[in-house]
């Protein structure tokens, strides 16, 4: 089945330095990968969709120049999130879909914590 | 109002025990509705998937679909310990962005 793979699994960092987190597609092209932010104990909030070659769509509330995407291949895409700060701390998710498969697959998820 | 509603729970019932979930939802233009299962600290790990009404069916799992009600529903048959997770449906208009629902909780008591 479809795997997509996500690294890394856990980060510190320090505040006002940028955390990058990767994804990837392992066996099939991902023509579009989403970024979700999950609190504890809360759902999933779709923070930006990435379509391969073209600019990352934010939803409303997201700062594009915070947290920026890149989509380069149809395998890969990042989540580099600057200057982070202790209320970015969060459990950050990917997930991916290719063409005529509705069936997102997620990665295993990204836990940032800021100190 | 959210466009997929869902009951966070949390649920606890005993083993081998059949578990029914639940979702609303409001936006008629939805037309694929799924059903992921997540473990702690896990990514969502995809159960069920269905296009517009109807039943699915994957071994202990069935997953329901009634579009003239915007119901989701996820049947577990013989519950087990391992089963307990949180549940989330989600539904999208196509490859587009899902909408989930906020998750129940399941707790399956040996």
């Known amino acids: 089945g479809a795997v997509v793979s996500q690294h890394p699994s856990r980060v510190i960092c320090k505040s006002g330095t940028s955390v990058k987190i990767e994804c990837r597609s392992l066996d099939f092209q991902a023509t579009t990968m989403f970024w979700y932010r999950q609190f504890p104990k809360q759902s999933l909030m779709l923070m930006a969709t990435s379509n391969e070659g073209s600019k990352a769509t934010y939803e409303q509330g997201v700062e594009k120049d915070k947290f920026l995407i890149n989509h380069a291949s149809l395998t890969l895409s990042t989540l580099t999130v600057t200057s982070a700060h202790p209320e970015d701390s969060s459990f950050y998710i990917c997930?991916?879909?290719?063409?005529?498969?509705?069936?997102?697959?997620f990665g295993s998820g990204t836990r940032l914590t800021v100190v | 109002q959210k466009e997929v509603e869902q009951d966070p729970g949390p649920l606890s019932v005993p083993e081998g025990a059949i578990v029914s979930l639940n979702c609303t939802y409001s936006?008629?233009?939805?037309?694929?509705f799924m059903w992921y299962r997540q473990y702690s600290r896990k990514g969502p790990e995809l159960l069920m998937y269905?296009?517009?009404?109807g039943n699915k069916e994957d071994g202990r799992f069935t997953a329901q679909v009634d579009k003239s009600s915007k119901y989701i529903s996820l049947f577990i048959r013989d519950s087990q310990p391992s089963d307990s997770a949180t549940y989330l449906c989600?539904?999208?208009?196509?490859?587009?962005?899902?909408?989930f629902g906020q998750g129940t909780r399941l707790t399956i008591n040996p």
């Open positions: 936006n008629s233009a939805f037309q694929y």
């Open positions: 997930s991916a879909t290719n063409r005529g498969n509705y069936g997102y697959t």
């Open positions: 269905t296009y517009s009404s």
């Open positions: 989600a539904a999208s208009q196509g490859a587009q962005k899902l909408v």
